[in-house]
């Protein structure tokens, strides 16, 4: 059995240097939080991406495709804005999210974002798991793109925040819309702040060590999708604790 979070950041914000020591908290909090594992996938655009996954590779030992930070299992990722809106999350082996990561070079800015038909067609020979992040979120849907480019995808990401913002019908709206789509879906917590680990967590059968395991079992339904019915405490926490975090460093 395997409890995981399949959408995580690592860093407060995108304009905020990594934090060891920040990234650690995070990383307790999941486990006090009973998660064996998280998906890091930070925004690929982020302030000094690269340094991030430098800073991961010294510090930590990496087998298959996690590094294993105090028993926590932390698989490799990055989460990618595409054009005319959405995010895409990509978890996979740390050398193919680098290689992946200077192909986007071209593409970090907004009026630069790569389509997502073309980053679908770069990813496709990659063993990588494939999510719709928030695909029903007002600033970033999914929902206006093709349904043969949608089905694509491995799975739609049921999101913390957005259950939180919208409420926890978001879920069933998410699942039906996955449905149409035969999609998974698979749950993130969005979290950039420790207190929001635990709001969402997907509970796996069985343990798994690549990517590819992560995105066979969700494609088989070996898992159980799990909101806390603590969700919008946690969030909520999250969110006023980042704030504050953000304005004493603005005043630092």
Same mark, same amino acid.
């Given at each position: 059995m395997m409890n995981i979070d399949l959408h995580t950041h690592g860093k407060l914000s995108k304009k905020t240097h990594f934090s060891l020591e920040y990234f650690l908290s995070m990383a307790r909090e999941a486990k006090e939080n009973g998660l064996h594992a998280v998906a890091l996938t930070e925004h690929f655009n982020t302030l000094n991406f690269t340094d991030l996954l430098d800073q991961l590779d010294y510090h930590f030992?990496?087998?298959?495709?996690?590094?294993? &930070?105090?028993?926590? %299992?932390?698989f490799s990722g990055m989460e990618v804005d595409v054009a005319n809106k959405g995010h895409i999350l990509l978890i996979?082996? #740390? &050398? !193919? !999210?680098?290689?992946? #990561?200077? @192909?986007l070079d071209a593409h970090t800015a907004k009026d630069s974002f790569i389509p997502l038909d073309e980053l679908l067609d770069r990813t496709e020979d990659y063993p990588l798991l494939r999510i719709g992040a928030h695909p029903m979120r007002e600033s970033t849907p999914l929902t206006h793109h093709a349904?043969?480019?949608?089905? #694509?995808?491995?799975? /739609?990401?049921? *999101?913390a925040k957005d259950l939180f913002q919208y409420g926890f019908g978001m879920a069933d709206n998410v699942q039906q819309f996955a449905e149409e789509l035969g999609l998974? &879906?698979?749950?993130?917590?969005?979290?950039? @702040?420790? /207190?929001? +680990?635990?709001? &969402? !967590? *997907? #509970? +796996?059968? %069985?343990?798994?060590h690549t990517a590819e395991q992560l995105r066979t079992? /969700? /494609? *088989?339904?070996?898992? @159980?999708?799990? !909101?806390?019915?603590?969700l919008n405490v946690k969030v909520k926490a999250a969110q006023m604790m980042k704030e504050l975090l953000k304005k004493s460093m603005v005043v630092a």
């Open positions: 030992d990496y087998t298959n495709d996690y590094y294993l &930070v105090e028993g926590l %299992k932390v996979g082996n #740390r &050398v !193919i !999210i680098r290689e992946l #990561r200077q @192909q349904a043969a480019t949608l089905q #694509r995808l491995d799975t /739609l990401d049921v *999101n998974p &879906v698979s749950a993130g917590s969005d979290s950039h @702040q420790p /207190l929001q +680990f635990g709001s &969402v !967590i *997907n #509970r +796996f059968d %069985k343990d798994c079992e /969700l /494609l *088989n339904g070996n898992y @159980q999708l799990e !909101i806390s019915p603590c």
